[in-house]
């Protein structure tokens, strides 16, 4: 290549000094060869720094090529592992979505029977109902019941509804039950064993009413007595000493008393008693039994 551009310059140089003549000096073509030597001479420098910066110009290119997978790699696992986050976030949506449905229809359904329940309890015979009044307040107001004074049902004339939750109805709408719906299914549950339990046998109960006297009218007196209870929906009383007694139904306004009920056998309903308290001495017994109508129940 050296010797290519020399020829090259001394043809040039040969070409201009037959243009320009005898007056071209030689000093002019001396400079002309020294301009030559010094491009060549940087050229050469340039060349040679160029084989010595290749290799390391190819290893750095290597390596970010290298670099460059490395990253795209990355980068591919990352777009996967993010697709398959967002799936697993949808499919976890998903779930909460149908876990939030079946609560909605659980709360709604505990909602229906706790309903029912709370209707059910006023009916009750009084030693039942006194039994589901802790559990019935637990379900409406969702706090310990205060106290209503002594264990005894009381009952006058025509009523025995026994510690009656007073103003139940403001107090469902003012105070929110602070039960878990399990809490609730397991109170539900517990309230309808309890009836199931009552419904399979004859009760037997002793208590205290209040009742008129027969002497003062108005006046009411305090007797001890014998209930006697057939399921849930029949049930009579007789006075220790024989002078009161009565049939008793569950009805929409709640368990009533019919006192002095003239269809009562009082030897009878003695006999019955004294067959509860001791079963050796069983008989065959008749009572009146009052028949209630499915619509009367359902109302």
């Not at 060349?47 to 490395?70: G, H, I, T």
């Not at 009523?159 to 039960?179: A, C, D, M």
């Not at 009552?198 to 009411?220: D, I």
Request: hydrophobic residues 35%; charged residues 20%; negative net charge.
């Amino acid at each position: 290549m050296f010797k290519i551009t020399l020829s090259f310059l001394l043809t040039a140089s040969a070409a201009i000094l037959q243009v320009q003549g005898a007056n071209t000096s030689a000093s002019e073509l001396d400079n002309l060869v020294l301009q030559w030597t010094q491009l060549e001479q940087q050229h050469s420098e340039l060349d040679n720094r160029w084989r010595e910066n290749k290799p390391v110009l190819e290893q750095q290119l290597q390596l970010l090529s290298e670099e460059k997978k490395q990253l795209q790699s990355l980068l591919d696992q990352h777009t996967t592992a993010g697709d398959e986050v967002e799936k697993e976030r949808f499919d976890l949506l998903q779930q909460q979505t149908e876990m939030e449905e079946t609560q909605q229809r659980l709360e709604f359904g505990l909602a229906k029977i706790s309903s029912t329940v709370v209707a059910m309890h006023k009916r009750l015979p009084p030693p039942l109902k006194q039994q589901w009044d802790a559990d019935i307040r637990l379900l409406t107001i969702g706090q310990e019941p205060a106290s209503t004074g002594p264990n005894n049902p009381t009952v006058t004339n025509a009523n025995v509804n026994t510690n009656i939750i007073s103003n139940k109805s403001s107090v469902l709408k003012q105070t929110k039950s602070l039960l878990s719906n399990s809490e609730k299914l397991d109170k539900l549950l517990s309230l309808l064993n309890k009836i199931n339990q009552f419904e399979q046998r004859v009760a037997l109960h002793q208590t205290t009413m209040q009742l008129t006297g027969s002497k003062n009218q108005g006046e009411t007196i305090e007797v001890q007595v014998d209930q006697v209870y057939l399921g849930t929906s029949q049930g009579w009383y007789i006075s220790k000493d024989g002078r009161f007694w009565g049939a008793g139904n569950s009805g929409k306004q709640g368990w009533q008393w019919r006192h002095q009920d003239t269809d009562v056998d009082v030897s009878e309903l003695r006999q019955t008693v004294k067959m509860l308290t001791d079963p050796a001495s069983a008989t065959l017994v008749s009572l009146p039994i009052n028949i209630v109508s499915r619509a009367e129940i359902a109302e």
